[in-house]
């Protein structure tokens, strides 16, 4: 090395000044003699004994892949503004370049770089063997770079088929490793339970997005890196986010995770169902709180009506004209009011009609239950057998008969099914215990609909219409409706009971309306004329 030192003369005056660069990766920080202690002593050393005098020194804890490295710059300013400055000791090539931009960089500085483990010294002097050589250099530590980049996909990769979470853990998990030494995720004990309150909240429908961030501000939720208050936008990532029931979105495919969920499968459901109607149905807050904002369309163009109050006092209805100008003409909110109210006095019937009813629900009680029973054994038939299909495949693993990594990809295949089948068993036996009681209160607000109504506040309304009807329009002067079922089926009966008890005539057994597998009429369309 002292010999290949006389190869050039420095451009400057200050011969014998350099400076030096030190530079690790994150990956590479805690391997032995990678550190940054270790490469200065080193330079240090080598500075020393070639008798050079450092004036700075020059430390990088970036990736040398990409151009635009922090202390790189920094180093790149200082030789351009200190000419006299001419000598730049590295260890090794790669520890100061790894990609082109920064290797022409330097080579229109005019340097004299001394490479001290490759025990190499370029400069404008240098054959052009040597740069040749060192342009190779260049280029291979390039192509290390892609191929640890594709090694390392590969490996995460493998890491999701096998329901770990590959990479940083998401809000509400922290990264830990288990007792094989792999890197997994858990729950954050700091904020997993206000991730877990967020699907609460805004699973019910009662808040929106902007109140669900503000709660959770004020539950002390913060961004794990900037320690700030979690923006909206990150409460909305988080909300469809299917990584807090225990699957995982990677590169396109939806995997089965090995994580602890934090909300259940029905829950994260609802929230998403809860994500979609806000999204179809425009919130925006208003001045005044109409009843029938959003709730009815325009039988002409399709458009939605909106309120409008006049004289200060008197609340209309009409077309928003988002489509053209609509010929519709105004309609007064007590006409609308009073077209509704008649609507839901047709669910209004007696006790003989509840009776019918409630006795249809306790038969199909009987058949659900019947059901219920044939689907929980096949279902359980169908765990067990994946339960030994997992046993036989572990034992062909220990025996060598397959791949560590095949076993890992479909016994998690197995174990996600068998989730699914616990969770369709949970849901049908939880079905089976409330389904007399939900047609019971079914059968109680359809009654005490039209009462209910007249009494209402205008959210109030709006909320009970929105629960009762669906695909309300206004044209011509009528409204037209579908109620959402079972209360179509509700008015179907309640209608002809009446019709027949005011004839003279025997009830039929409007019962049978009530039997799912004997509808056949989905929707029941009600129109409603205003004179």
């Known amino acids: 090395m002292a010999n290949s030192a006389r190869e050039s003369a420095p451009r400057g005056s200050l011969a014998r000044t350099a400076v030096t660069y030190a530079r690790v990766s994150s990956k590479e920080q805690d391997k032995e003699g990678y550190s940054i202690p270790a490469q200065l002593k080193l330079l240090r050393h080598y500075a020393a004994t070639g008798g050079f005098t450092v004036v700075r020194e020059f430390v990088e804890t970036e990736t040398a892949k990409r151009a635009g490295r922090t202390a790189f710059g920094q180093m790149v300013h200082f030789l351009e503004d200190h000419r006299d400055c001419s000598t730049l000791i590295v260890e090794k090539t790669d520890r100061l370049y790894r990609n082109f931009r920064d290797y022409l960089t330097l080579d229109d500085l005019d340097l004299e770089i001394h490479f001290v483990k490759e025990g190499d010294i370029l400069s404008r002097n240098s054959h052009s063997s040597k740069w040749t050589m060192h342009e190779i250099k260049v280029a291979l530590a390039r192509g290390y770079v892609r191929n640890l980049g594709e090694e390392t996909s590969k490996g995460m990769e493998e890491k999701a088929e096998e329901g770990m979470w590959p990479s940083y853990a998401p809000l509400g998990y922290t990264n830990r490793r288990d007792e094989q030494g792999r890197k997994v995720i858990v729950p954050d004990p700091e904020c997993a339970p206000a991730i877990a309150k967020l699907f609460q909240w805004y699973a019910g429908g009662d808040f929106s997005l902007k109140d669900v961030t503000r709660m959770a501000r004020e539950a002390g939720l913060r961004s794990r890196r900037s320690l700030r208050p979690v923006p909206k936008s990150t409460i909305h990532k988080t909300l469809r986010n299917p990584i807090y029931y225990g699957d995982f979105r990677w590169r396109g495919k939806l ?98 009609v509840v009776n019918w009813i409630s006795e249809a629900l306790r038969d199909n009680q009987r058949d659900k239950r019947r059901e219920q029973a ?19 495949m572990y034992d062909d693993k220990l025996d060598g008969k397959i791949e560590d990594a095949y076993f890992a990809r479909r016994s998690a295949e197995a174990r996600h099914r068998q989730s699914e089948i ?3 068993m949970e849901r049908q036996r939880r079905a089976s215990e409330v389904f007399v009681e939900d047609g ?10 039209y009462e209910l109504f007249t009494r209402q506040t205008p959210a109030e309304k709006r909320r009970l219409l929105q629960h009762l009807l669906s695909n309300c329009t206004w044209q011509h002067g009528a409204l037209q409706v579908e109620y959402r079922q079972p209360f179509g089926l509700l008015a179907v009966a309640a209608t002809r009971h009446r019709k027949q008890k005011a004839a003279g005539a025997p009830p039929d057994d409007l019962s049978a309306n009530w039997h799912p597998q004997r509808d056949s009429n989905p929707c029941c369309r009600r129109e409603r004329a205003v004179s």
């Open 255 to 352: 995997l089965r995770g090995v994580h602890t969920p934090l909300v259940s499968r029905e829950l994260w459901d609802q929230v998403q169902h809860a994500l979609a109607g806000r999204s179809v149905t425009s919130r925006h807050r208003q001045k005044h709180n109409f009843a029938f904002s959003g709730l009815v369309k325009c039988g002409h163009c399709g458009c939605a009506l909106v309120g409008q109050i006049q004289k200060q006092k008197y609340t209309y209805y009409h077309c928003s004209g988002y489509k053209g100008n609509c010929g519709e003409p105004y309609v007064p909110q007590q006409v609308l009011e009073e077209a509704f109210a008649e609507l839901l006095r047709g669910l209004v019937f007696d006790a003989e």
């Open 374 to 392: 044939e689907a929980s054994k096949r279902m359980r038939s169908e765990y067990d057998n994946l339960e030994t299909r997992i046993d036989r």
């Open 422 to 424: 616990l969770r369709e």
């Open 440 to 449: 019971i209160r079914i059968l109680e607000l359809a009654r005490g609909a």
